[in-house]
Every structure is written in C-alpha cells, then in structure tokens.
C-alpha cells in the first residue's frame, strides 16, 4: 500500500523546487494581496453586514456537522421499476438531427442553433426567489495563472482540479498547485517535460489531498505527492500509445484510479508499492472498439457515509457515444445496469453526476445523467441479497442542450448551456431559481484533446463532434462551490445565505420583493435555502427579526420617497402601491403591536399615507380576521370613512368592531343621522345591552303614517323590514345583523320583546292612541312577515307555563285588533286566520280560538255582495283551508257558499275530497280563467293510475255531455283528447257534434298532422269516410286549402274523393287526384281546358290594363300544366309525350293566330314570351326537329306566315348555340388540366434525390463506415438517408400490390395513425433490379406524395373539381326540375369554402 512520500526521481523534484522557487518571486505582490481563503468568501462580501450573534439568536454550539439524513429529509415521487432491457424507455425525440460541420465552440461566441428551435421558455424566477448564486473571480490565482504564462511560458490552462487545494494544469506541462489562501504552493512538472508529454488534459486529486495524478495530451500520466512535491511514478504503458488522456479520476480507494483516452477506452489502475517499488497495473474494463466512452465518474462518498453498503462495490459510471452503463469495480468486476440513450443530437456532450439523496427513509446515490435537453435520475440501492436495484425518477425536461450538470445539495443542481448560461433548479419541483451568464468568465474547452491533436488526431468523427462542447475539465466543484477554469482566470460559485439573498434585493431597492423572499423563507417555501436553522420555530424568529427590520426601512422609504409637489392622486398612488404591503406582513407576522403603535405613527405624519393605511384595515376588519384594534386608530378610522361620506363602509366596520371603548352616544347620534340602522342596533346591542331601545326608535318613525293610512316612503319601508328582522332575531336568540346573542341574555331578550310588543299603550301615548299600538303597526305594515316572525317563534318555544300563556295572550290580541276593526283586507284578515288554522292543527296545539269567528270569516270572505278582489278573497279562502282551517267549517254550508259566491277552487277543493271528480270539470268549464285546464285534468284522471273504475267513467260521461263546449274551447286539445281515450268512440263524437264548423274544426284537428295533434294515426284505425266527410268539409269551407291538405292526409279513397271535388267543380283538385291515380292525360286534359278557359277570356275582353288579373292567371295556369307534363314526362314514350306537350304548345299559339298582324291583341308580347316558355320546357323532352316540324305543318303558318314565329325559332337555336360552346370550352380545360398535372407528375417522379446528411439517421453512423459489408444506401425523398440494413431492422416495409416497398423511419414514427407518410417514397438504390420497372396502373408511395404536392401546388381548387360539383347539382335538378323545392350546394361544397376565389379571364377576341 501507497502511505509514505519516495525518495527517487530527485533529480525531476529539484527541477520542480527550481520552477517553484522561480515563480514564487515573481508572485510576491500577487500572493500578498490574495492572502484570502476561496471557501471563506462569504466573509469577505458580508464584511458591511453585522454578524449573527449566537447568544441573540439562541443557536448552539455544533460540534461535529449535522449528518446528511438530518438534511435532506425530503422523499422523491414517481418512484417506479426499472426495466434496463427496453431501449425505448428513455427515447428523446430531438426536434431535428444536427449535420456534422458544427464549428467549434469558442467561449466568445458558443450560442445554440437548436435554442431557437425550442419555444419553452421558464418564466422570470429573479422577482420570486432573488438571486440565489454568487459568482466571485479569484483574483489571486488568476493574476498567477497569467502571470506564469508570461513568465516561465506556463502556457494557457487547460485543466482544473480541486480539493482542499486548487490544481490547474497548462498547456506546457506544468501543475500549479494553490492552497486556501489562493497562494502558489508548488508547481509541478517543467516546460521541457511538458514538451514530451504535451498539455494537461486531465487532473485528480484524491480523498486525503496527498497525491495529484495528471493526464497528457500525448497520452503519459503522472503521479505527485502534494506534501512534498515530488514526482512519485510516471506512467506510459497504462493504455495504447497515441491517444490522449480524457478523463482521470481516484476512486474513494486511493490506490485505485481510473482513466479514459480518446480512443474510447476505460482502464483501472492499481498502484502498488512492492519491496520498496512503486508499480502501477492496468486493467482494460471497456474497449472503445465496442463504442467509445466519453465521460467517467466513480462514487465518492463523505467521510460520513463511508459505512454506507454501497460504498463497497465501487461503483462506477460510464458514458460512451450510445448508453450508459454503471459497474461495480469490487469485490469483482461486473456489470450492473446499461441503459441506452435512444435518438438525440449527435453534437450533445454526454454529462454523469453522483450525489446521495434522501429518499423512502434512507440515504442512496442517486446518478444523474443527460445528453441533450433531458436529464435523467436514477436511484441506485442495495437490498437485504446485495443485489443492487436501479428505479427511474422523475426527468427533467429542458429548453436548451447541456454541456456540463453539477449538484449543489440534494435538491438545487446547476447546469450550464451550450450558449454559456448558468441555470439553477430545484431538483423536485423543476423550478428554475435563477439564469445568470457567464460569458465572461471565457471558459476553457477540451475540444483539442477529444479530436487528439497532439498525437495526429486518430479519433472517430463522433468523439471529436462531441468534443467541441466538451468542457469536462474545466469545472469542478467541491464543498458546495463550483470553480470555472477560463482563459485567463479561475471563477467560483456558491449558493448565496437566506440571509445574503435578501440582503442582496434591499441593495438593489427591490424592497417588495425581499420581503416576499423574506416570507417564503419565514414559511418554509424557499428553494436553495443556506444558513437556516431546520427547527421551525427558531427560523420563524430569526426571519421574523429580520422582516420587522425590512419593514422599518419600507415605512421610512415610503414617507422618503413620496412626491412633494403635483396631484392629490399622485401621493395616493404612491401610498396604495407602499402601505397595503406594510399592513398584509405586520398581520401575518401577528404584530399588531408593531402596525398600531410605531408604524402607525410614523405613516400618521403623512396624511395621505394616514387614510390609505385605514382603508387597508377595511378588508381584515370585515373578514374578522383583525380584532383587538386600538380605540384611538377605531376613532380615526371611522372620522375618516365619514369625511369620505362613506357611510355604507362606517356600518359595515362597526357591526365587526368592538366599540365598548368608544362613545357610545356620539357613536349612536352618528349612525340615526346617517341612517345607518344597522349599526344604531348593534351599538345598542352590544355597548349597552339594550335591546328595547332601538325598536322604540324605529317605531316612532313607521308607526304615524301607518296610522294615517298614508303611504310610506322608500327609507320607512326600508325602517319597517329591518325592525321586522331586528324582531325575528331577538325571538329566536341570534344578534342583529350577525353573531348569536350570549346564552345567558336570550331569555331576558325574549321576555323584554314580547313584553314591549304586547303593551297596551306606549310610552308617550297620546289619548286618542288605539290599543296595543305596537302589534297594530306591525299588522298594517306587513301581516303575513310579522305572523310568519310569530310562527318561528312559537315553533321555538318550549312547553312551559310561561310560553303558553304568551302564545295564547298574543292570539287574543291579534283577534281583537284585526276582527274589531274594518281597516284590514279581506287578504290580511285570510293570513290572520290560516296562521291560526295551522297553529290549532298542530298535535301539541294549546291554544283556544272561538270556532263562530270561523264561520264570521268565512261569510265575509264568501260574501257576494262586494265584488272587488274575487280572485285574492277565493285565494285566501284555499289558504285558510289547505292550513288545516277545513276542520272549523261544516263542509255542505262551505260549498253552497263557494258556488254562491263562484269560488270554484274552493269547489273543486271541496269536490276532491269527496272524490266527485266529475263535478270538478263543471269547475273548469265554468271558471274563465281555468276553462283551458280542463283538458289537462281529464287526461290525467283517465291516465294516471289511482282512480277507481266507476270515477274514470263518470268523467269519461261527463266529458262526452259537453264534448260540444270542449271542441268550440281548443279544438286541437279536444281532438287529441278524444285520439288518446275515446278512440272506438270518435263516430259518436262526431255524431254529438251537429255544428258543421264545430265538426269541421273538430275533423281538421284530428286528421291533419299539421295542426301539431301528437297522436299515432296507425293506431287511430280512422274509417276512409270520415276522412272523405273532412274533405267534403274543407271543400266547403277552405277550397284554397284542399291540394295542400290532400297532400299529408292519408287513408281516402281516390274515385269518391274525385267524386267530391267535381261536385265542388274544384278542377285543380281533380287534376291533382288524377295524376295520382296514373289518369295523366285525364289531368291534363282538365288542366288544358282550364288554360284555354282562361285564354278566352283574355281574347274576348275590351280594353283593360296591363296588369289585369287574368293575365296572372293564365301564366299560373300554364305553370302548373308545363309542371304537371314534365313531373311525366320521364316515364311516357315519345308519341305519348307529344301528345302531352303538342296541345298544350296549340292551346298557347291558338290566341296568337286570331289576332292578325295589323292589328295585334293587347297582351301579344306577354302570350309570346309564356310559348316561349313552353318551348324552352318542351327541348328537354321532344327533338328539337320534331317541334319545328309541328310548327311549319300549322295550315296557318305553311301559308306564309313565318314571320310570326320567327323570334321562336331564333332563340330555340341561340339556345343550341349556347349549349355547343359551352361544351366545347370545357373540354379545352379539362385537356389543358390534365396536360399540366401530367407534365408536373412527371418532373417531380423524374426529379433527383437530395440527402440533408452523410450519416444515417438510425445508427447515426457516416454510410462510409458501412461500405465493408454488402449493404445498400437508400435515401428518401424527404432528405433523410439509412442503410437498409438498419431499416429492415426497424421493420420498415410496407406491401404495395405483392411488392415490398420501404418507408422514411424518422417521418413514419411521428404518423402513429397509420396513415401512409408524406415523406415516404421508392428509394433510388445504388442498384435497381428489373422486376422495379413493371408499369402497374396503381400509385407508388412515391407518386401518391407527388401527388399530394401537386395538389398543394396548385392553388385553389381544380377546374375539374368546380366542373364536377356543377354537373352533379345540375344532375340533381334534370331529374324533377319543378319538383318544388330545389337542392342547394352540398354541405362540403367547395364554393361555400371561405377561401374560394373565382379567377376571372376576359373572353376570347372573335373575328367578325
């Protein structure tokens, strides 16, 4: 074993000394003013700030350190299995892969392309947690570092180590070797080894600081005993020649390290010390030839987890260019766990970090590993077997690639950017805390070492792409801080104390947000916390402490900062953007005692600052979460709600105020001068225990007018409703307007208020004052409230003597007031009456009323002599008896009185009792207002089951005697309630019905689905001659309706339905029911009569108008016989629809030949444009020769007399004309169409294929390294390229008519619908075979895409697709083209698209 210093190689550690000595002269100034520890910069930075006191504080001596359980005493979620097996579990689809001209990053300018492909971004954390790093230069290190390369041409640094002491190599070979202080303790190494050996690559220190290993550009290693200076072994053999030194790392066993070249391999090194010899073995634990590894990192653990079980295997991870894998080095090699990283940038630098956690009630490491934008954690455990379990946390998705990851503590890492920004993030919540750029510090890369310059640069293009972000070497932390090597100085960061953060926003004015801070600390809630106590309420107090002294400084900047000059409302600004935070953290730091004492006198000198500090009080004081406030600020604050004239808010406050300590009668006069009753009762309430008082005051107000008989005003009636509350509180022991009355006054309450509503006179009576003043008043003002207030109340009382005697004494009362007296209404006197029915038919009832007063109600409600108010007298009657008041009347005297005096209600309450149904439709029919519910009634006594047989069918017999009154009532509501219950019985009905109009009304309702019967007519089974004796009616009394009618009704017969409507001579009718009947020449024949009827007259009349009826007639007429033709002509041969279209064409033309050419008819031009008409119809279904042969057999016109239908002929052959051209022009698009989507199918088929990258995109390897074996490069047209090896192997084929066809990998997987890719497409291999070339008729994948961009291409949509959907639309019409309604555009049309445009061209230019 290694642990004593050697004694050989003296003559290399008296060229070291030499250096040293050298280098220590000129370092004289330099180290004397950087005397200063690095770990104690804290104390340096604070040296303005006062120091804890620990007997202040109460904080105790700590003699050893807290262990990491006690700390980190937060558990992990999303504690899930690991399974290493599945490649795919960690699969990141990076947004787009990387070509392989990266530059190289350079420190001035390293920004990242993929950063602007990324649109995430985290919000501003500095206003919420402050800035939670602190970044220093270490000065004097630094000025060494610059100082060595000008003077004993150390050369530029390139790497950095650190421990309790700080190692940085140089490019020349040397170690320089700082202590604490920053002061240069030894230089290790000299210029001419460095010129053998190359640059430090790679540094290590161990656990105890007493050996240094140092890596070499060339591939060397050297170890050196730190305590002495000397060179103990020099290493060339360790790995293969020609390749640099990456990575060197001491395990926790310190003759155990391990190494990492650029080659890709991982070897152990052993030191031994035999007879005197030190020796070193090697060990290759993983060879780059089976993919090169980039990054090491051995678990270290604290000298407090040395007994850890996990310490003892050794563990190691390592990173290669496609997967992790950690291993255990002891007690034998093995490995523990890969895990791939599946698809990212190739650019990305892979990163591995330790740390133990706490997590499930113990400590484990946890790994954290990342390549890219996400960062994975997985815990590693050992088990009761010793076997070790790896589960997968929470990952951490982020915005921006990584090139470096270190742990600050358990929960707060930070990371670093390839465009140089330092991010701060709590581990659990993913909170980023803090951003902060560190370009300047111009950070050292090791991209020379990875591409191996030294040694001819013999490295794979993938290591040296990662190598151009690679910074491994050039951060290293230790204790919490982290140290940056640059150019040309050395950085450290560290986690700001609770207390420096807050310090940190005060300095920079943001007084806000450090109290926010201050609180989340105070709470528990902060993220990186330093320097605070773990017991709560140790670090409430110190935090306290230190937000009053915030606070403080808040006020007076407050007062400091408000504008002298300007606006009113700019001081008030000033002060509600300041005062509301002062009040919210003195209430949730419970220190009123500050907030009314010394904050408020200070604000007090500001006036402005005054009023806004009592408005903030509003809020807590009506939420009743502040109590206890001071009588002086309870005084200020009402003066100042009331010079405001804020007197709604004055009410508000008093009623959750304790107001004991204030002037009750300045408080009391206030509130009645201002109206505020609220609070007038309250004050009584509570300050003196007076409840008697403010009813006498308020009654006074009310009582007058009432008396009066006048009309109150709005505030009396306001006054009136709250008395009434105010009342109904007092009975039922609950405190107006909130809270309950004290247990111990709610009796004596009780008492006091029935004894002062009872009095029988009041105070300061005058003589001509009615008795018992009080409950008069309540009754004029509103009876049913104050007798619903004595309804609680007496619900409330307990069966007691006392109570009894109350109850019984205010019944008797309220009798003698409102039965003695006629100022009360028949609705008062009803209210009075149904709330003693409902007390007298309660079970426990006491009380005693006369039953004759009953009966005197009941005839003054009955009585008929007084008309006014029928309907509020018969209402509350029903109340009365509903309440239970039926058991005082005799119920036949109660009906002869409701019938007398037309209650029918009362009758039909009286009538359901006695289950006289049938007597209750009499109810209905006879009350105008509720005749309309009859129907309802019926039908739910006949449906809805309860009801015997023998009622059922006295209502069913009632309801046929006035069937007649029924129908005339709602003819529709009639109809279907004889279709639902009386259907056997409807030819009774009818026969009942002896009114034609009442039986026409009654028949329409019944057999029309139009008139909204919601009845099945299948099951109605209505005979054929009640529906012709319907039809015979409607021809009677709606002729204009029948075709209309005749078109929804069902179930008639057509020969005596036809006879009906010649006996009515209605001929369109007949017309109609022919065609129906497949008579279609019959029809037409009546209808052709009818037009010739009509032409007639319009021949033989005199001199009339242009506008002559008759003329509208005709071309109505003729309408509806071209229609009546054309409905027929589909199914007719030729000969039958000549003789169809032929006579109609004759009657037309027939007027026209009587009027000679000298003297035309009056309305020749109008009968010329109708034949037109009828020609322009006839062309769709007789040859145009046909109809031009007719024409010229006419004996008329084959006498000579063309001329007169000449304009005929001429526009039936402008019509042909019109039809030809348009033919012809849509064949030319749709030739020119099909000629331009051919020629551009053809280019983009024919087009050649442009990969984006010389790597494929599966295996991410250069096709070039591929070659050796016998597999073909196949390239897409999407740009991506694979070998097809790689693509058999993610199955991606597809079969296209018995061929194999390949697909894109990269496009296919993000289409998981299955629909065939866009970017699929036939491959152009270096070989085509034959069999490819056979011409299907079906579409390749590379033609359908071809397709979808010509589409695309094309804007807008085809010729060929507007040609279609007007061909189609115009199919639709040809079929019935007066068919009524015609269609419209589909419901995908393309011309109700939005973004359809109709390009217009001007017509062709023809020669004359």
């Known amino acids: ?775 008069r008043t309540l009754l004029h003002f509103d009876t049913r409230e104050f007798l619903n207030v004595l309804a609680l109340t007496f619900e409330d009382f307990k069966n007691d003597k006392q109570a009894v005697e109350y109850q019984q004494r205010i019944v008797d009362i309220l009798l003698k007031v409102m039965v003695e007296n006629s100022d009360f209404t028949p609705s008062q006197v009803g209210c009075l009456f149904t709330f003693l029915a409902r007390q007298l038919a309660k079970p426990d009832n006491t009380l005693f009323v006369n039953r004759t007063l009953f009966d005197q109600v009941l005839e003054f409600l009955c009585s008929p002599d007084d008309d006014s108010r029928h309907s509020e007298r018969q209402q509350v009657l029903l109340e009365l008896l509903q309440a239970g008041g039926i058991v005082q009347f005799e119920e036949s005297r109660l009906i002869r009185m409701a019938e007398k005096a037309e209650f029918y209600q009362i009758c039909e309450f009286m009538y359901e009792r006695e289950h006289q149904y049938d007597k209750i439709i009499d109810c209905y029919l006879r009350d105008p207002l509720r005749e309309e519910e009859v129907f309802n009634y019926i039908h739910n006594i006949l449906s809805i089951p309860g009801h015997s047989a023998e009622e059922k069918q006295s209502v069913w017999q009632k309801a046929m005697d006035h069937i007649e009154e029924l129908v005339s009532l709602k003819p529709c509501k009639a109809a279907e309630l004889v279709a639902t219950h009386f259907s056997e019985q409807i030819e009774t009905v009818i026969n009942k019905l002896e009114n034609q109009v009442l039986l026409f009304k009654f028949l329409r309702s019944l057999l029309d689905p139009r008139e909204g019967i919601h009845v099945n007519q299948e099951l109605l089974q209505i005979s054929p001659c009640i529906t012709e004796q319907f039809i015979e009616l409607l021809c009677q009394f709606s002729p204009t309706q029948v075709i209309e009618t005749l078109q929804v009704l069902e179930g008639y017969r057509l020969e005596e339905t036809i006879q009906i409507t010649q006996k009515y001579q209605l001929h369109e009718v007949t017309a109609y029911l022919l065609e129906k009947k497949g008579d279609v020449h019959g029809a037409f024949s009546i209808m052709l009569k009818r037009l010739q009827s009509k032409l007639q007259e319009i021949t033989h009349q005199g001199e009339t108008t242009r506008e002559d009826p008759s003329l509208k007639d005709v071309e109505e007429t003729m309408v509806e016989t071209i229609a009546l033709c054309q409905r027929n002509s589909h199914n007719l041969n030729q000969q039958q629809r000549e003789a169809l279209w032929f006579p109609l064409l004759e009657a037309m033309m027939a007027p026209q030949k009587l009027s000679s050419s000298a003297t035309p008819h009056l309305h020749s031009e109008a009968l010329k444009s109708l034949t037109m008409q009828v020609l322009n119809s006839m062309a769709a279904f007789i040859a145009l020769p046909s109809i031009l042969q007719r024409i010229l057999q006419d004996p008329v016109y084959g006498k000579g007399k063309l001329g007169e239908i000449q304009g005929l002929i001429l526009g039936m052959l402008d019509t042909f004309n019109y039809e030809q051209t348009l033919l012809e022009t849509t064949t030319s698009l749709l030739n020119q169409d099909l000629h331009w989507s051919l020629c551009n199918l053809r280019a983009s088929i024919t087009k050649g294929l442009n990969p984006k990258q010389d790597y494929c995109s599966i295996c991410l390897q250069q096709y070039k390294r591929r070659q050796e074996m016998a597999d073909e490069i196949i390239v897409f047209s999407c740009g991506h390229l694979y070998h097809s090896f790689c693509l058999q192997n993610k199955e991606c084929t597809i079969e296209i008519e018995g061929q194999t066809r390949w697909t894109c990998y990269k496009c296919s997987s993000s289409y998981k619908a299955g629909k065939l890719s866009e970017n699929s497409s036939e491959v152009k291999k270096g070989r085509i075979t034959p069999s490819q070339a056979t011409s299907e008729p079906v579409l390749d994948p590379q033609q359908i895409q071809a397709f979808d961009r010509l589409c695309r291409l094309y804007r807008g949509s085809s010729r060929l697709a507007l040609l279609t959907e007007l061909s189609q639309s115009r199919g639709s019409e040809s079929y019935r083209p007066f068919s009524g309604s015609q269609s419209g555009p589909a419901s995908h049309s393309i011309f109700q698209n939005e973004n359809f445009q109709l390009q217009l061209i001007p017509p062709p230019v023809t020669e004359d």
Not at 35 to 44: G, H, N, P, R
Not at 214 to 231: E, Y
């Open 1 to 775: 074993m290694e642990n004593e210093p050697d004694h050989e190689n003296v003559e290399q550690s008296l060229c070291a000394k030499t250096t040293e000595e050298e280098l220590n002269k000129s370092f004289n100034l330099e180290a004397s003013l950087s005397k200063f520890s690095y770990i104690d910069l804290d104390k340096e930075l604070e040296f303005k700030n006062d120091l804890i006191d620990d007997k202040e504080f109460d904080i105790p001596q700590v003699d050893t350190p807290p262990t990491l359980e006690s700390i980190l005493n937060e558990t992990d979620d999303e504690d899930e299995s690991f399974v290493l097996e599945d490649p795919t579990l960690l699969n990141i689809d990076t947004i787009d892969s990387h070509s392989y001209d990266t530059s190289s990053v350079a420190s001035s300018d390293s920004g990242d392309r993929t950063n602007l492909k990324r649109k995430k971004r985290l919000p501003d954390s500095f206003s919420l947690h402050g800035s939670v790093m602190r970044h220093s230069l270490l000065k004097g290190i630094s000025a060494q570092i610059v100082s060595a390369a000008d003077k004993v041409d150390a050369g530029l640094p390139t790497a950095i180590a650190v421990s309790s002491l700080i190692a940085v190599g140089t490019s020349h070979g040397l170690a320089l070797i700082f202590d604490q202080n920053q002061a240069l303790r030894l230089c290790l190494g000299s210029t001419s080894v460095g010129g053998q050996y190359g640059a430090i690559s790679a540094l290590s220190i161990n656990n105890d600081c007493s050996r240094l290993l140092c890596g070499f550009a060339k591939g060397q290693i050297t170890m050196w005993d730190l305590a002495s200076g000397k060179l103990l072994r020099s290493i060339t053999d360790a790995h293969p020649p020609g390749t640099a030194i990456l990575h060197i790392k001491f395990t926790d066993d310190p003759t155990l390290a391990i190494c990492n070249d650029s080659g890709g391999s991982v070897f152990e090194l052993t030191f031994k010390r035999v007879m005197g010899v030190r020796t070193c073995e090697s060990r290759c634990l993983f060879s780059g030839s089976k993919g090169e590894v980039c990054c090491i990192e051995p678990l270290h653990s604290k000298p407090d987890l040395k007994d850890h079980p996990i310490t003892q295997f050794s563990l190691l991870a390592m990173a290669s260019l496609t997967k992790i894998l950690v291993i255990g080095l002891k007690p034998s090699l093995k490995v523990w766990m890969t895990f791939p990283y599946g698809r990212m940038d190739p650019s990305s630098v892979p990163l591995l970090a330790w740390h133990f956690v706490a997590a499930h009630n113990s400590v484990n490491p946890m790994l954290a590993f990342c390549r890219g934008d996400v960062v994975h954690f997985l815990l590693v455990k050992r088990d009761e077997s010793g076997a070790i379990h790896v589960t997968k946390q929470k990952h951490l998705h982020l915005y921006y690639d990584l090139i470096n990851f270190t742990w600050m503590n358990s929960r707060t890492v930070v990371l670093l950017d390839s465009a140089e920004k330092l991010h701060v993030i709590d581990r659990q919540t993913q909170e980023e805390l803090e951003t902060v750029e560190i370009s300047e510090v111009q950070l050292v890369y090791n991209s020379s070492h990875f591409k191996s310059l030294a040694t001819g640069g013999n490295v794979s293009q993938a290591l040296a792409l990662v190598g151009e972000k690679a910074c491994y070497q050039s951060i290293s932390s230790y204790g919490g801080q982290i140290f940056y090597l640059g150019t040309k100085s050395v950085y450290v960061m560290m986690l700001r104390s609770w207390r420096e953060r807050v310090d940190h926003l005060l300095k920079q004015d943001c007084l806000t947000e450090a109290l926010a801070l201050a609180w989340s600390f105070h709470e528990g809630k902060a993220k990186a916390v330093v320097g605070l106590s773990g017991d709560a309420s140790k670090r409430k107090a110190v935090v306290a402490d230190r937000m009053v002294e915030i606070l403080f400084h808040y006020t007076d900047r407050a007062l400091k900062k408000c504008p002298d000059q300007g606006k009113i409302q700019v001081m008030e600004q000033h002060f509600q953007d300041m005062v509301p935070v002062i009040v919210d953290y003195c209430l949730l730091l419970q220190r009123k005692d500050l907030l009314f004492s010394q904050m408020y006198d200070k604000l007090s000198e500001n006036s402005v600052a005054k009023g806004v500090f009592l408005e903030c009080l509003e809020p807590y004081i009506l939420s009743d979460k502040l109590v206890g406030i001071t009588p002086q600020v309870m005084k200020d604050l009402l003066v100042h709600f009331q010079d405001k004239k804020l007197m709604e808010n004055v009410e508000a406050l008093i009623v959750h105020m304790d107001i004991t300590s204030l002037d009750i009668q300045q408080v009391v006069l206030m509130c009645w001068e201002n109206h505020l009753y609220d609070a007038m009762i309250y004050v009584y309430n509570r300050g003196m225990n007076e409840f008697i008082s403010p009813m006498e005051k308020l009654f006074k107000v009310i009582a007058p007018p009432l008396n009066a008989g006048k009309t109150l005003t709005d505030e009396q009636v306001v006054m009136g409703n709250k008395l009434l509350v105010y009342i109904s509180c007092c009975l039922a022991g609950r405190a107006y307007p909130l809270g309950d009355i004290p247990e111990d006054l709610v009796p004596l309450v009780k008492n006091q208020v029935f004894e002062f509503l009872i009095r029988l006179h009041s105070a300061e009576a005058s003589p001509e004052e009615e008795i018992y003043p009080y409950v």
